[in-house]
């Protein structure tokens, strides 16, 4: 039997103004006292900076402040951060990528104040799963969609590169360690790396598990890629085998979302689909047969882990749900 004690409500909650589909954390130190978050909605993106009371004593648990709001045109479907946002640059520069429900991208950038520039880029023509930044600097841009495209871009909206697909692209990752290459999960199992260089697809792994509708590639261990696919949870180690090193069934309805902690490379988590009973958070550690954490709070969407803590957000109806695990 698992111990009751695993289920929990979040450490921290804070209320926003609308429902939230979409939250990141920026992964990349931008020079900011706290860290900076993104979230977004129906026709609306929010940055706010948070810091914790784990991270700075003089803050009583959680420090929350509103830094600036976009409209949005359309429905945010995914948001990744540039490592270009420097809080500490003179002038601040705050630069993001977001997928909308219209089937194109937008990047923002700002100086936080009143120099602010949107740039749409259009291309795809089926829904944006996931985007990501793919570069050192910050210049290119790579989305996955249901049209079976992965699409390189540079910050100008020009397409520089794409990747024909099996099946509809459900995320993308880059890793600042392996710079020259991007790991893309399709739909009908496999995540294959590709050379950014050369454009090839260089090493692909299997799931026995399907439909995939997320995948990470670990921050901590670059051999390490998560995903979850029907119900279960599954890692793959490299290069070891192209087929699964261990699952396990995670979510009754289906599971939907699967992300690495950024300070710990046995810790992930994982998220139910929203809207059903039984959507929770799940906080996992592969040292342990069973979830270390369960999120008692129904969760809508978004998952996203703090850059140097054990801490994850998650969206909810007007609310920001955090959750901190003692591992």
Known sequence: MMKQDTSRNATYTVDCEDFVYVVEFNPFDSGSPGSL???????????????????????????FKVLKTFHHESRVDAIAWSPETRCDALPPVL????????????????????QNKCQVIDGHSGYIND???????????????????????????????????QSPGMSVAWHPEEAFKLMIAEKTGTIRFYDL?????ILSLESLQVPIMSADWCLKNTFRVGAVAGNDW?????PRSSYPQDNK?????RARSFRWSKCNDNLFATTGYPGKMNSQLLIHHLGHPHPILIGSASVRSGLSWHRTLPLCVVGGYRKLYFWLTEM
């Open 95 to 114: 630069r993001f990528c977001t997928a909308a429900g219209d089937k194109t991208l937008r990047v923002f950038t700002s100086d936080f104040h009143d």
């Open 131 to 165: 985007v990501v930044f793919c570069s050192c600097e910050g210049n290119d841009i790579a989305s996955v969609s249901d049209d079976h495209t992965c699409r390189i871009w540079d910050l100008g909206g020009k397409q520089i590169a794409m990747f024909m697909l």
């Open 249 to 253: 069934p995670s979510h009754a309805d």
């Open 234 to 238: 599954v890692i793959w180690e490299m």
């Open 197 to 201: 260089t050369t454009q090839q697809a």
């Open 37 to 63: 978050i993104a979230y977004g909605g129906n026709n609306y993106i929010a940055i706010a900076s948070c810091r914790f009371q784990e991270e700075d004593t003089s803050v009583n648990g959680i420090e």
